[in-house]
């Protein structure tokens, strides 16, 4: 039999569908125009198709859908967050989960409680939201990306790796003003380019030397476990659960901390969480992000708008 050619079935058949308004290029073109060459004051129905953010673009699923049906009204102690934490901690090996409903909300909490002027927080490359509000606080947001990085003709499997000689001469020199490290993956202010297996490690090797908390963005963790397997070698014969979960196996010890986002790899319409071990005295920094949590965004285990999201994330 010929092997040459394979046919790709998606394993899943489309329920509903949502029509688009087709638009000629000199309608585009006016509605540019119009919009004072600022794309965000287009009209969506304008846009034909929008590359804006790779946020709630993608289909939920039947089951999904399904799971919002649950999704408690309770104003504490809802059974949805409870579903939720179980099944993050089911993945994610940490003691703290903390829901917000956007990641600039989760950022917000964050910075205020690490940032400050005079600090430096480095990344391979910071994110739009993550730069504004490090930098809201005071501090001096640091990208520390990898030459190759910066270059998109060059080819490279990992072009969104943090550079270890930089970062471990920035700790060297001033390791007391950096209140956490913070790696992204994949590395998207970059090309949604990925980080290798290695590179988390290293990161997280030179951190432990200075004693500085590592704090992993995982908003494409999954994506990123795929480039892994693609790319890096001795991966290519796990599954992405284990790879996902070797990534996460040495916490605490790989990383202090991490974000996800619910409305990318996760494929839900709303929400973000952090989590982070329970370390000696980096448990206090968890209960003052759970003060901010409660008095400026949501109480730990509301349910409300976030609870279908909550239901949906188990599914």
Same mark, same amino acid.
């Given at each position: 039999?010929?092997?040459s050619? #394979?046919?790709?079935?998606?394993?899943?058949?489309?329920?509903?569908?949502?029509?688009l308004?087709?638009?000629?290029? $000199?309608?585009?073109?006016?509605?540019i125009?119009q &919009?004072?060459?600022?794309?965000?004051?287009?009209?969506a129905e304008d846009? +034909?198709?929008?590359?804006?953010?790779? &946020?709630?673009t993608?289909?939920m699923s039947?089951?999904? @859908?399904?799971?919002?049906?649950?999704?408690?009204?309770? !104003?504490?102690g809802?059974?949805? @967050?409870?579903?939720?934490?179980s099944?993050v901690?089911?993945?994610?090996?940490?003691?703290h989960?903390i829901?917000?409903?956007?990641g600039?909300a989760?950022e917000? =909490?964050?910075?205020?409680v690490?940032?400050?002027?005079?600090?430096?927080?480095?990344?391979?490359?910071?994110f739009?939201?993550?730069?504004?509000?490090?930098?809201?606080?005071?501090?001096?947001?640091?990208d520390?990306?990898?030459?190759?990085?910066? $270059?998109?003709? *060059?080819?490279?499997?990992f072009?969104?790796?943090?550079?270890?000689?930089?970062?471990?001469?920035?700790?060297?020199?001033?390791?007391?003003d950096?209140?956490?490290?913070?790696?992204? =993956?994949?590395?998207?202010s970059?090309g949604?380019? %990925?980080?290798s +297996?290695?590179n988390?490690r290293?990161?997280?090797?030179?951190?432990?030397r !200075?004693?500085?908390?590592?704090?992993?963005?995982?908003?494409?963790?999954?994506?990123?476990?795929?480039? =892994?397997?693609?790319r890096e070698?001795g991966?290519?014969?796990r599954d992405?659960?284990?790879?996902?979960?070797? #990534?996460?196996?040495e916490?605490?010890?790989?990383?202090?901390?991490k974000? *996800?986002?619910? *409305?990318?790899?996760?494929?839900?319409?709303i929400g973000?969480f952090?989590?982070?071990?329970?370390l000696g005295?980096?448990? %206090?920094?968890?209960?003052?992000?759970?003060?901010?949590?409660?008095?400026? =965004?949501? +109480?730990? #285990?509301?349910?409300?708008?976030?609870?279908g999201?909550?239901?949906?994330?188990?599914?």
């Amino acid at each position: 039999m010929d092997q040459s050619f #394979r046919t790709i079935i998606e394993p899943f058949r489309i329920h509903s569908v949502e029509p688009l308004r087709m638009t000629t290029a $000199d309608e585009r073109s006016a509605a540019i125009e119009q &919009s004072g060459f600022n794309l965000f004051n287009l009209h969506a129905e304008d846009v +034909l198709i929008d590359l804006l953010t790779d &946020s709630g673009t993608g289909a939920m699923s039947r089951d999904q @859908w399904a799971a919002i049906q649950h999704g408690d009204e309770s !104003y504490a102690g809802s059974p949805s @967050w409870f579903r939720f934490e179980s099944a993050v901690k089911d993945l994610f090996p940490f003691e703290h989960v903390i829901p917000t409903h956007q990641g600039r909300a989760a950022e917000k =909490i964050l910075f205020t409680v690490v940032g400050g002027a005079g600090k430096i927080v480095p990344n391979n490359t910071h994110f739009d939201t993550t730069r504004a509000n490090v930098e809201a606080s005071g501090a001096e947001a640091r990208d520390l990306v990898i030459s190759e990085g910066h $270059d998109a003709a *060059t080819i490279h499997p990992f072009k969104g790796n943090m550079d270890l000689d930089a970062l471990d001469a920035l700790l060297a020199e001033r390791a007391s003003d950096v209140p956490v490290v913070f790696l992204t =993956i994949t590395n998207n202010s970059g090309g949604g380019q %990925p980080v290798s +297996l290695a590179n988390v490690r290293g990161v997280s090797e030179i951190c432990r030397r !200075y004693g500085v908390p590592f704090f992993l963005d995982a908003c494409r963790f999954a994506e990123n476990a795929w480039f =892994i397997h693609e790319r890096e070698p001795g991966q290519g014969d796990r599954d992405e659960g284990r790879r996902q979960r070797d #990534r996460d196996a040495e916490s605490p010890e790989t990383f202090t901390a991490k974000r *996800t986002t619910l *409305t990318k790899n996760s494929k839900i319409g709303i929400g973000r969480f952090a989590r982070s071990a329970n370390l000696g005295s980096f448990v %206090p920094f968890f209960f003052v992000c759970l003060v901010i949590l409660v008095v400026k =965004i949501v +109480l730990t #285990r509301l349910a409300r708008r976030l609870g279908g999201a909550l239901a949906e994330a188990t599914f």
